[in-house]
């Protein structure tokens, strides 16, 4: 995959995307969106952002390895935060950077805030589309 920062976009947020990835790959995997529940279906984290996130991307975590992918073959992601304000957005990259460590996608991504997701009790819910190499 080629990661691509124009000059003429911000650097601001390159630090955790990449505003543009190219991909040759023949083979792609979609991820539904990754909820902050684990393998028995509870919830993890109810109503703590930085806990839910550190499921959700330890549930993405998970599906990757599923399809042998590692994480820096994420060519986009979805962010999806309930009631969001502007103070959440370190809390979720750096709970990411916490599952992924170096190994953090800078992707194309997309981060949405929303009224609600599909169960109340669920604060992030995120979602990729993964070259397989």
């Given at each position: 995959?080629?990661?691509?920062?124009?000059?003429?976009?911000?650097?601001?947020?390159?630090?955790v995307i990449s505003h543009v990835v190219v991909t040759s790959?023949?083979?792609?995997?979609?991820?539904?969106?990754?909820?902050?529940?684990?393998?028995?279906?509870?919830?993890v984290g109810s109503g703590d952002y930085y806990a839910q996130?550190?499921?959700?991307?330890?549930?993405?975590?998970?599906?990757?390895?599923?399809?042998?992918?590692?994480?820096?073959?994420?060519?986009?992601?979805?962010?999806?935060?309930?009631?969001?304000?502007?103070?959440?957005?370190?809390?979720?990259?750096?709970?990411?950077?916490?599952?992924?460590?170096?190994?953090?996608?800078?992707?194309?991504?997309?981060?949405?805030?929303?009224?609600?997701?599909?169960?109340?009790?669920?604060?992030?819910?995120?979602?990729a589309i993964v070259t397989i190499p």
């Open positions: 995959m080629e990661f691509v920062n124009p000059k003429t976009l911000t650097d601001k947020v390159t630090s790959a023949s083979k792609l995997a979609f991820i539904s969106g990754q909820v902050s529940v684990d393998d028995a279906g509870a919830l996130a550190i499921q959700v991307f330890t549930n993405l975590k998970h599906a990757l390895e599923a399809v042998r992918a590692d994480p820096l073959y994420i060519a986009k992601m979805n962010i999806f935060v309930v009631n969001h304000t502007p103070d959440l957005i370190p809390i979720i990259f750096d709970a990411g950077i916490h599952v992924f460590g170096p190994n953090w996608p800078k992707t194309a991504s997309t981060y949405i805030g929303v009224q609600a997701l599909a169960d109340p009790e669920w604060l992030i819910e995120v979602d």
